[in-house]
């Protein structure tokens, strides 16, 4: 397909001088140019095809350059970037060095906050309503929020204040009917029942139009009306909390969307406008099966086929594990939030649904629940993604951790996770799960430690364990070991400490190694909390070199803990080497791709060992 309209778009600029035919022309040229680039690198298709018109209205109407458009996660923000000056840059999507997936400030003046995590967008435009407020300054502040986002708590705490600041604020309530799962709860019947009434805001429109020249007739009647209303009908919660209530609104109808935005700016209020999407419009493989093309790798567009075959997958595995445990254990249930099929959790959800649970996009209210649910004798498996579950880390600690309550944690996206870069990334947990007093926190290498861990962790520990995993399949290493820890190769040389599939880097180093006459030993640590020190001592003692190798945060790593550890018990090392992610965040790109340029391949991971043998002396 020609893009002769879209090619013609470096700026907002060259959007609104667009007739009103060839805006319905960019919106057909901007389906085919997502369906065409994102099959080539893959990404978050169907939320973005849903959000055509609704991009191409706001850069109509505003001006992304001085107003602030905060998106909430992000994840329907590829046409934003392309109406921004950024198509060109789509072949780089999602890639090492090339553009991002989401919202970064750093790529555009257009881009107004970072985001990947859901529910802030309100608190966020709130903040900086109010900034504006405060400075005497003169923008719009716009907050896109989906409906799937408003299950999240924090979304009712920036609801709840927002509205009650009388900052003129628009908040855009992107409602397609779908999170990455289908929504849950009374959210959506509540976004049901409000679908039903199309047109209203016509009608209010013109009220306000004529009535704002009779202003103390307009105040009677609005309170005649009010009062009448919460009588007879049942208020939008929107407007409850102080929100001008706009729509539903057709999501699609780029007209209406123009008129409608144009009048949210005019009430200078806080205002909602509540528009109706279909999430993966105009390609009929997103339409129909939306969650398998919320985020996908790349995909044949003209069959809707991924072109890298699925596989079995830590996730996966840990799904199933649970399902046939809990097929002996009717104590046994799981918990999601809004992630069944990411988490792997779908074989779960069919054979025992009335033992899966989907809170919806709400990790705190879900480790509070678990916390509940193991306070009377179940045993609950929170599976979540690592960075996701930092939201929860205060209810872990005051709802889990002080009365020891058995909550297994499978934390999903451990460590690097590629393409969704740093918000996504699961470089925090190892740090703060063993800051947890009690906390046990194993790390399996291999699908076959995957089922032996999730096992032990659910019906042999007491207290709070975690259970923390990779992304994707297992490596080279196939084996199960058992204990806290297992010496896999025995060396004379340097002893390199590795968990999880970071192990795969470190055997394949000494692999290496040994091909330029250096023996190292290998230490794989199956737990990290508690730590067996006396492992990697009795090794140490031997070589008298260390390397530490995992792919986390500097501070709070395992490294820290074991130097300390044999500093304590008197041990001098002539060699020290942590090899981690350091204090600055990592950013998007392939997981073998990230790893080499932070130096936690194989190859950097000799090397460095090389360069210690070589010079004898202690290195960081």
Same mark, same amino acid.
């Given at each position: 397909?020609?893009?002769?309209?879209?090619?013609?778009?470096?700026?907002?600029?060259?959007?609104?001088?667009?007739?009103?035919?060839?805006?319905?022309?960019?919106?057909?040229?901007?389906?085919?140019?997502?369906?065409?680039?994102?099959?080539?690198?893959?990404?978050?298709?169907?939320?973005?095809?849903?959000?055509?018109?609704?991009?191409?209205?706001?850069?109509?109407?505003?001006?992304?350059?001085?107003?602030?458009?905060?998106?909430?996660?992000?994840?329907?923000?590829?046409?934003?970037?392309?109406?921004?000056?950024?198509?060109?840059?789509?072949?780089?999507?999602?890639?090492?060095?090339?553009?991002?997936?989401?919202?970064?400030?750093?790529?555009?003046?257009?881009?107004?906050?970072?985001?990947?995590?859901?529910?802030?967008?309100?608190?966020?435009?709130?903040?900086?309503?109010?900034?504006?407020?405060?400075?005497?300054?003169?923008?719009?502040?716009?907050?896109?929020?989906?409906?799937?986002?408003?299950?999240?708590?924090?979304?009712?705490?920036?609801?709840?204040?927002?509205?009650?600041?009388?900052?003129?604020?628009?908040?855009?309530?992107?409602?397609?009917?779908?999170?990455?799962?289908?929504?849950?709860?009374?959210?959506?019947?509540?976004?049901?029942?409000?679908?039903?009434?199309?047109?209203?805001?016509?009608?209010?429109?013109?009220?306000?139009?004529?009535?704002?020249?009779?202003?103390?007739?307009?105040?009677?009647?609005?309170?005649?009306?009010?009062?009448?209303?919460?009588?007879?009908?049942?208020?939008?919660?929107?407007?409850?909390?102080?929100?001008?209530?706009?729509?539903?609104?057709?999501?699609?109808?780029?007209?209406?969307?123009?008129?409608?935005?144009?009048?949210?700016?005019?009430?200078?209020?806080?205002?909602?406008?509540?528009?109706?999407?279909?999430?993966?419009?105009?390609?009929?493989?997103?339409?129909?099966?939306?969650?398998?093309?919320?985020?996908?790798?790349?995909?044949?567009?003209?069959?809707?086929?991924?072109?890298?075959?699925?596989?079995?997958?830590?996730?996966?595995?840990?799904?199933?594990?649970?399902?046939?445990?809990?097929?002996?254990?009717?104590?046994?249930?799981?918990?999601?939030?809004?992630?069944?099929?990411?988490?792997?959790?779908?074989?779960?959800?069919?054979?025992?649904?009335?033992?899966?649970?989907?809170?919806?996009?709400?990790?705190?209210?879900?480790?509070?629940?678990?916390?509940?649910?193991?306070?009377?004798?179940?045993?609950?498996?929170?599976?979540?993604?690592?960075?996701?579950?930092?939201?929860?880390?205060?209810?872990?600690?005051?709802?889990?951790?002080?009365?020891?309550?058995?909550?297994?944690?499978?934390?999903?996206?451990?460590?690097?996770?590629?393409?969704?870069?740093?918000?996504?990334?699961?470089?925090?947990?190892?740090?703060?799960?063993?800051?947890?007093?009690?906390?046990?926190?194993?790390?399996?290498?291999?699908?076959?430690?995957?089922?032996?861990?999730?096992?032990?962790?659910?019906?042999?520990?007491?207290?709070?364990?975690?259970?923390?995993?990779?992304?994707?399949?297992?490596?080279?290493?196939?084996?199960?070991?058992?204990?806290?820890?297992?010496?896999?190769?025995?060396?004379?040389?340097?002893?390199?400490?590795?968990?999880?599939?970071?192990?795969? %880097?470190? &055997? $394949? !180093? =000494?692999?290496?190694?040994? *091909?330029?006459?250096?023996?190292?030993? +290998?230490? @794989?640590?199956?737990?990290?909390?508690?730590?067996?020190?006396?492992?990697?001592?009795?090794?140490?003692?031997?070589?008298?070199?260390?390397?530490?190798?995992?792919?986390?945060?500097?501070?709070?790593?395992?490294? %820290?803990? &074991? $130097? !300390? =550890?044999?500093?304590?018990? *008197?041990?001098?090392?002539?060699?020290? +080497?942590? @090899?981690?992610?350091?204090?600055?965040?990592?950013?998007?790109?392939?997981?073998?791709?990230?790893?080499?340029?932070?130096?936690?391949?194989?190859?950097?991971?000799?090397?460095?060992?090389?360069?210690?043998?070589?010079?004898?002396?202690?290195? =960081?």
């Amino acid at each position: 397909m020609q893009y002769d309209i879209l090619d013609q778009i470096t700026s907002p600029d060259d959007v609104k001088k667009l007739s009103a035919d060839q805006c319905r022309q960019l919106c057909a040229q901007l389906r085919a140019f997502l369906v065409d680039s994102v099959s080539k690198t893959g990404g978050h298709l169907a939320s973005n095809l849903g959000a055509v018109e609704l991009s191409v209205a706001i850069h109509r109407v505003f001006d992304t350059a001085v107003d602030r458009l905060v998106f909430d996660v992000g994840h329907q923000c590829y046409v934003h970037k392309a109406l921004t000056g950024r198509a060109a840059l789509f072949s780089t999507l999602r890639t090492f060095g090339g553009l991002s997936g989401f919202p970064k400030p750093y790529e555009s003046i257009h881009d107004a906050f970072i985001a990947g995590h859901a529910s802030n967008s309100v608190s966020v435009a709130l903040g900086m309503a109010r900034a504006r407020t405060l400075k005497k300054e003169n923008y719009q502040v716009l907050a896109v929020i989906g409906d799937g986002a408003l299950t999240g708590g924090l979304a009712y705490e920036g609801l709840n204040n927002a509205g009650a600041s009388g900052e003129p604020l628009i908040i855009i309530l992107n409602d397609n009917g779908m999170s990455i799962g289908r929504n849950v709860g009374g959210v959506a019947s509540h976004l049901s029942h409000i679908r039903i009434r199309p047109g209203y805001y016509r009608f209010k429109k013109n009220y306000h139009r004529v009535m704002r020249h009779f202003p103390g007739v307009y105040d009677h009647i609005h309170h005649l009306k009010t009062n009448l209303k919460k009588a007879i009908w049942p208020c939008s919660f929107f407007e409850d909390m102080g929100f001008q209530y706009l729509g539903p609104v057709d999501g699609h109808d780029l007209d209406q969307l123009c008129h409608v935005l144009s009048w949210a700016r005019e009430l200078h209020a806080p205002v909602v406008v509540h528009v109706n999407t279909v999430k993966g419009k105009g390609y009929s493989f997103a339409e129909e099966n939306p969650d398998k093309f919320h985020g996908i790798s790349a995909f044949d567009p003209q069959t809707g086929l991924t072109l890298r075959g699925g596989g079995e997958s830590f996730s996966s595995v840990c799904g199933k594990t649970l399902s046939d445990l809990a097929g002996h254990d009717p104590r046994i249930c799981t918990i999601t939030a809004a992630m069944e099929s990411g988490t792997g959790l779908d074989s779960f959800a069919q054979a025992h649904p009335e033992r899966f649970f989907d809170v919806g996009i709400a990790e705190g209210h879900a480790v509070a629940m678990a916390a509940g649910m193991a306070a009377q004798g179940m045993i609950p498996v929170f599976a979540v993604y690592s960075s996701f579950l930092q939201r929860g880390f205060d209810m872990l600690i005051h709802d889990v951790a002080l009365m020891q309550l058995h909550v297994v944690f499978a934390v999903d996206r451990a460590g690097l996770v590629g393409e969704d870069g740093e918000t996504h990334h699961g470089v925090f947990d190892v740090g703060y799960l063993s800051l947890v007093p009690g906390m046990k926190i194993y790390c399996p290498a291999s699908f076959a430690e995957m089922r032996s861990m999730m096992e032990h962790a659910a019906l042999e520990e007491a207290g709070p364990v975690a259970v923390r995993y990779p992304r994707g399949g297992e490596g080279a290493y196939k084996g199960l070991s058992r204990g806290l820890s297992a010496c896999l190769r025995p060396g004379k040389d340097f002893t390199l400490v590795a968990y999880g599939t970071m192990l795969n %880097e470190a &055997l $394949a !180093a =000494a692999e290496l190694l040994e *091909g330029k006459g250096i023996s190292a030993e +290998i230490i @794989k640590l199956n737990a990290i909390a508690p730590l067996d020190c006396g492992a990697v001592a009795s090794s140490c003692g031997k070589t008298g070199r260390l390397l530490v190798l995992e792919d986390c945060m500097e501070d709070g790593c395992v490294g %820290e803990k &074991l $130097a !300390a =550890a044999l500093a304590e018990q *008197g041990l001098s090392l002539r060699s020290l +080497i942590l @090899k981690n992610l350091g204090r600055t965040f990592t950013n998007q790109g392939s997981v073998p791709l990230l790893r080499k340029s932070r130096g936690l391949d194989a190859e950097s991971v000799a090397a460095a060992v090389e360069e210690a043998m070589k010079h004898g002396k202690e290195t =960081a």
